[in-house]
């Protein structure tokens, strides 16, 4: 089965407030992950990344936050404008796997409303 | 830089016909990839590939097959199409190993 899921398949906010996109994985042994966001028609762009020795990183309007306790990754997207409208997923790579050791979660789609 | 580049951007292809996707990356990049993505799904591993002369299977390699003669290039070929393979292919490309993936745009495949 798939270790890297996300909570919510659409996540709807009104421009201008903050949007969280949250992420779960299930291998203890991932220690890096990144956030990608991918717009319509388009292959994903990444966006942040962060390692497993770390519990946050700040980026221009982006944060993520890695809670290793109960393995949860969270996206944070500052004062939300209509270019963010996207599916962002979450992908992990574990650890003392091999060059293909990258799992995508499905994304979730965030809708921004006006 | 280019970046990945991947061509066509679309296809439509007869059940049986034969093609190559083409992939190109001028970052120098060792490591490359092949992707399928269908409707609310993630992405799927068909190939990859750790560098010039070296390829391995990932997830859903059935129907393909992949060659890398050159650092840049890593066509996927599909021999005798079938409507299973109607999805949205995506090549990538990254530096090493825990580094960020660098994606191309995609081929839309259709097969009927």
Not at chain 2, 18 to 23: A, D, P
Request: net charge positive; with cysteine; proline share 4%.
């Amino acid at each position: 089965g798939e270790s890297v899921g996300l909570h919510l398949p659409t996540l709807s906010v009104q421009e201008g407030d903050n949007s969280i996109i949250n992420c779960a994985y299930s291998n203890s042994a991932s220690d890096y992950f990144i956030w990608y966001k991918q717009e319509s028609g388009k292959g994903p762009q990444f966006i942040i990344d962060i390692r497993s020795n770390m519990d946050k990183r700040q980026g221009q309007r982006v944060t993520v936050l890695l809670n290793k306790t109960v393995k949860h990754l969270s996206l944070q997207i500052a004062a939300t404008q209509p270019g963010d409208s996207a599916v962002y997923f979450c992908a992990e790579i574990i650890s003392g796997g091999g060059a293909d050791g990258l799992t995508f979660g499905k994304g979730t789609h965030l809708i921004i409303q006006p | 830089n280019a970046g990945v580049t991947q061509t066509p951007k679309f296809r439509i292809l007869k059940i049986g016909q034969s093609m190559t996707l083409q992939c190109a990356q001028d970052m120098n990049h060792n490591y490359m990839y092949w992707y399928r993505q269908d409707p609310g799904m993630g992405l799927k591993l068909i190939y990859y590939s750790v560098g010039a002369g070296i390829t391995d299977k990932g997830e859903v390699p059935n129907g393909y097959n992949v060659s890398r003669s050159t650092t840049e290039d890593f066509p996927l070929r599909l021999e005798l199409a079938a409507p299973s393979q109607t999805s949205v292919y995506f090549c990538a490309s990254r530096i090493q190993r825990n580094s960020p993936l660098h994606f191309g745009n995609g081929t839309r495949l259709t097969v009927t």
